[in-house]
Protein backbone atom coordinates (compact mmCIF):
# COMPACT_ATOMS: atom_id res chain seq x y z
CA UNK A 1 0.00 0.00 0.00
CA UNK A 2 1.00 3.47 -0.57
CA UNK A 3 -0.05 6.49 1.11
CA UNK A 4 0.89 9.78 -0.38
CA UNK A 5 0.49 13.51 1.13
CA UNK A 6 -0.76 16.79 -0.48
CA UNK A 7 -1.19 20.35 1.03
CA UNK A 8 -4.58 21.78 -0.12
CA UNK A 9 -5.83 25.35 0.30
CA UNK A 10 -9.50 24.69 1.22
CA UNK A 11 -9.91 28.36 -0.01
CA UNK A 12 -8.68 28.08 -3.79
CA UNK A 13 -9.16 24.41 -3.90
CA UNK A 14 -5.65 24.15 -5.05
CA UNK A 15 -2.56 22.06 -4.39
CA UNK A 16 1.28 23.50 -3.63
CA UNK A 17 3.63 22.72 -5.25
CA UNK A 18 6.18 22.47 -2.34
CA UNK A 19 8.08 25.47 -3.55
CA UNK A 20 8.57 28.02 -1.32
CA UNK A 21 10.83 31.52 -1.84
CA UNK A 22 11.27 34.28 -0.11
CA UNK A 23 13.26 37.94 -1.16
CA UNK A 24 13.22 41.53 -0.60
CA UNK A 25 11.43 43.68 -2.34
CA UNK A 26 12.25 47.06 -0.44
CA UNK A 27 14.54 47.18 2.37
CA UNK A 28 12.04 46.08 5.21
CA UNK A 29 9.76 44.41 2.96
CA UNK A 30 9.57 40.59 2.27
CA UNK A 31 7.77 38.59 -0.18
CA UNK A 32 7.28 34.91 0.26
CA UNK A 33 5.78 33.04 -2.65
CA UNK A 34 4.40 29.43 -3.11
CA UNK A 35 3.34 28.00 -6.26
CA UNK A 36 -0.31 26.42 -6.63
CA UNK A 37 -2.22 24.32 -8.91
CA UNK A 38 -4.90 21.64 -9.74
CA UNK A 39 -2.41 18.54 -9.34
CA UNK A 40 0.44 20.00 -6.67
CA UNK A 41 3.13 17.80 -5.41
CA UNK A 42 2.60 14.44 -3.94
CA UNK A 43 4.77 13.98 -0.77
CA UNK A 44 5.30 10.39 -0.03
CA UNK A 45 5.90 10.54 3.65
CA UNK A 46 4.51 12.68 6.95
CA UNK A 47 8.53 13.45 7.15
CA UNK A 48 8.76 15.42 4.22
CA UNK A 49 5.40 17.11 4.98
CA UNK A 50 6.50 18.22 8.45
CA UNK A 51 9.73 19.40 6.76
CA UNK A 52 8.01 21.24 4.46
CA UNK A 53 5.54 23.13 6.94
CA UNK A 54 8.40 23.85 8.44
CA UNK A 55 9.90 25.71 6.14
CA UNK A 56 6.81 27.55 5.41
CA UNK A 57 6.42 28.64 9.23
CA UNK A 58 10.03 29.66 9.00
CA UNK A 59 9.19 32.11 6.23
CA UNK A 60 6.25 33.71 7.86
CA UNK A 61 3.88 31.31 9.32
CA UNK A 62 0.68 28.46 7.81
CA UNK A 63 -2.37 30.10 7.03
CA UNK A 64 -5.83 28.51 8.56
CA UNK A 65 -7.18 27.31 5.15
CA UNK A 66 -4.41 24.89 4.47
CA UNK A 67 -5.42 21.13 5.18
CA UNK A 68 -2.96 18.14 4.57
CA UNK A 69 -4.92 15.69 2.52
CA UNK A 70 -3.88 11.95 2.58
CA UNK A 71 -4.05 9.34 -0.26
CA UNK A 72 -4.03 5.50 0.31
CA UNK A 73 -3.27 3.82 -3.36
CA UNK A 74 -2.52 -0.26 -3.57
CA UNK A 75 -2.04 -1.56 -7.10
CA UNK A 76 -5.21 -3.60 -7.68
CA UNK A 77 -3.65 -6.15 -10.11
CA UNK A 78 0.00 -6.74 -11.61
CA UNK A 79 0.08 -6.16 -15.43
CA UNK A 80 -0.13 -9.27 -16.54
CA UNK A 81 -3.08 -9.80 -14.78
CA UNK A 82 -5.24 -7.38 -16.93
CA UNK A 83 -4.00 -8.96 -20.47
CA UNK A 84 -6.69 -10.86 -21.80
CA UNK A 85 -6.35 -13.62 -25.06
CA UNK A 86 -6.59 -10.82 -27.24
CA UNK A 87 -4.27 -8.94 -25.97
CA UNK A 88 -1.60 -11.55 -25.51
CA UNK A 89 -2.27 -12.18 -29.79
CA UNK A 90 -1.18 -8.78 -30.52
CA UNK A 91 1.77 -9.29 -28.41
CA UNK A 92 2.48 -12.07 -30.21
CA UNK A 93 1.71 -10.32 -33.99
CA UNK A 94 4.26 -7.34 -33.48
CA UNK A 95 7.82 -7.54 -34.88
CA UNK A 96 9.85 -7.20 -31.91
CA UNK A 97 13.00 -7.04 -34.43
CA UNK A 98 11.85 -3.38 -35.60
CA UNK A 99 11.37 -1.83 -31.84
CA UNK A 100 14.66 0.32 -30.88
Avoid at 72 to 91: F, G, H, R, Y
Wanted: aromatic share 8%.
Amino acid sequence: MITIYKIKDKDTGLYSHGVISRWSTKRDEELTIQKWSKKGKEWTSEVLVKKHLMACIELGGIPASWEIEEFTQQPSKELNKWIDAKMLVKILQIDHSKQK
